[in-house]
Structure formats: structure tokens, C-alpha cells
């Protein structure tokens, strides 16, 4: 992480994502986004996710899809659908999928369109992601201040250095 995002590094997001056999009720299609599409964005927008595989993923039963190279279209608008808390946006083509076996893993930038689709197995489809990110990064707001990310709660430092001097909030009482 630390060739690709730099020397200040920090550890700050994690998430397990089980998708349920559903090709009936056909619910659980990820549509396509960026994970730095679900804020106003985050500078320096060099952030990681590694989605690790806990199961064999494939097309059958909803494996990731990335778009190679969409990360160069910067943060594209995000909408809610409906009720729905998904984020869409409007991508051309298939994406290449991520065919995996468990404990292996497909990396991309917080810029990266991704989707999955539905799971047509009949067991769940089970993945882990981390979100890797440079320490001094920061998440865009539309009205207030931008917001370190080592303000997060469950943050963790892998190595480097963090300037706390930009941060939002008083420090926590010692
Ligand atoms: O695991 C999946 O199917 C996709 C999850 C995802 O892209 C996300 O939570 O942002």
C-alpha cells in the first residue's frame, strides 16, 4: 500500500459484504460507483480498497466488476435511486470481473467504478474490504470544514506521519 498511496499511510475503513443468493428476487445487484462517490470526496483521492474474497467469487454468484481506468474520469455525480441507498452513474460497457479464489484479492482506487451483480448460487457470497488512504487525506463536505480522516473513529496508523494541526475537533482527553 505504501508504493502505491505513500509513506503516510493509514488503515481506516472495513467492511464485511455477504450477498445473499437472490437471482429470484433479483435485490442485490451493486450498481455501478466509487467508493469516494458515497462523500463530496476525499484529497489526496489516492485511497485503496482491497476487496478480499471469503468464498470462491466468479460471475455466477455476483463477483466484483471494476472499469480499468475509470479512476481518470475523476469523482463523478452520485444520485440516490428511489429509496434506494445505492449510487449510480451512467457506465458504458461490462468491466472486466474479478474472479477470485479465498484469500485473494482485487485492489482499486476510491475513483474506480465497481459494481457487482446478482448471486445466482445457492450459497452467499462472502467478501472483506479494507480502505486504505494517505494520513493527512481529508473528506470533502458541501458545507462545512473538510474533515480529517484520522478523525474517524477505528482508524489505525500502518506508518509515516499524520499533520493533526488541520484537525476539526479537539483532541480526545488523554
Ligand atoms: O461486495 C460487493 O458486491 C460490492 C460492495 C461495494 O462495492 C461497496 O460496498 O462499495
Known amino acids: 500500500m505504501q508504493q502505491l498511496i505513500g509513506p503516510d499511510l493509514i488503515f481506516w475503513f472495513t467492511q464485511f459484504v455477504t450477498k445473499f443468493p437472490d437471482a429470484a428476487s433479483g435485490k442485490s445487484a451493486f450498481p455501478w460507483h466509487q467508493d469516494n462517490g458515497y462523500s463530496q470526496g476525499i484529497e489526496p483521492a489516492t485511497n485503496i480498497t482491497v476487496w478480499v474474497a471469503l468464498d470462491v467469487v466468479n460471475e455466477h ?11 481518470k474520469r475523476g ?14 452513474v451512467p457506465v458504458e460497457g461490462d468491466g472486466v470481473p474479478a474472479i477470485l479464489q479465498p484469500g485473494e484479492a482485487v485492489a482499486f482506487t476510491g475513483l474506480t467504478l465497481h459494481r457487482s451483480l446478482l448471486n445466482h ?21 458541501t458545507t462545512a470544514t473538510p474533515r480529517p480522516l484520522v478523525e474517524r473513529s477505528c482508524v489505525y496508523f500502518v506508518d509515516g506521519q499524520a499533520d493533526l ?3 476539526t475537533t479537539p483532541p480526545p482527553l488523554a
Open 75 to 88: 469523482l463523478l455525480p452520485h444520485e440516490t435511486k428511489g429509496e434506494s441507498w445505492h449510487l449510480h
Open 121 to 141: 448460487s445457492d450459497q452467499p457470497r462472502r467478501g472483506f474490504f479494507m480502505e486504505y488512504a494517505n494520513a493527512n487525506a481529508v473528506e470533502q463536505a
Open 61 to 71: 454468484n455476483g463477483c466484483v466488476y471494476v472499469h480499468p481506468g475509470s479512476h
Open 165 to 167: 494541526s488541520r484537525r
